[in-house]
């Protein structure tokens, strides 16, 4: 499986924007990039995906870099319920997902 | 149906028991997953079905592990003679196949949480 680097931790101000990174460098043409988070004692929840153009839905912005080598996920205003761990999956086609350790996203309020 | 069941919530049991869990995905999802999640970490892929065949096992899942989804609906996974080791959350997760326009979105439960003592 395609490997994604994320850092281990951020913090962001609650009300503020958030720009998750993603490094996954060994991406290959038919891997689509996929987020999910995973907030307090719950199972993780799907947030968006893309395969080369950015993408938007309610929940947040996915931006992705020309040579596909990196992605960040944008949270326009983050709220306190937006305190989770991010987790970034290459995937391809319908394979199970494949989940590294993601980032702790903290909200300040 | 409001999202995927898992049942029991939360297990103790003694080392040497066997246990199982049960879950219950969205009804008209024919895709179902297990993972395996310990403190700090990511969810671990253990395998997933499509209707009623086991299509995928990962390699940690050891032979004291066994799952089955009979009828192609609800899924049970048991542990035999559990480890300490074993102690995790166990996250169910349903899908339908991945179709043009659809996002393959994986729907997960709250988990089970496994205690061995």
């Known amino acids: 499986d395609a490997k994604t680097t994320q850092p281990n931790s951020m913090e962001s101000n609650e009300e503020e924007p958030v720009h998750l990174p993603c490094n996954h460098s060994?991406?290959?043409?038919?891997?689509?990039i996929h987020w999910y988070r995973q907030l307090p004692s719950q199972g993780p929840e799907y947030v968006i995906h893309g395969l080369t153009s950015n993408v938007n839905n309610r929940m947040a912005s996915l931006a992705i870099a020309e040579d596909r080598k990196s992605s960040t996920l944008i949270l326009h205003r983050a709220t306190l319920r937006d305190a989770a761990v991010y987790y970034c999956?290459?995937?391809?086609?319908?394979?199970?997902?494949?989940f590294g350790k993601g980032t702790r996203l903290s909200v300040i309020a | 149906d409001t999202g995927v069941s898992q049942d029991p919530r939360h297990k103790i049991t003694k080392r040497g028991q066997n246990v199982t869990f049960r879950c219950d995905p969205i009804s008209e999802h024919n895709r179902l997953y297990w993972y395996r999640q310990t403190l700090g970490q990511g969810p671990e892929f253990l395998t997933y079905?499509?209707?009623?065949?086991?299509?995928?096992k990962s390699r940690l899942l050891s032979d004291r592990f066994s799952a089955e989804r009979p009828k192609g609906s609800f899924s049970t996974l048991e542990i035999q003679r559990t480890e300490q080791g074993d102690s995790a959350m166990y996250l169910c997760?349903?899908?339908?196949?991945?179709?043009?326009?659809?996002?393959?979105?994986?729907?997960f439960g709250e988990g089970s949480r496994l205690t061995v003592l």
């Open positions: 079905f499509q209707n009623e065949a086991q299509l995928e």
């Open positions: 999956i290459l995937r391809r086609g319908n394979t199970p997902l494949v």
């Open positions: 060994t991406i290959s043409g038919t891997d689509y």
């Open positions: 997760a349903s899908s339908t196949p991945l179709t043009q326009g659809d996002t393959g979105e994986l729907f």
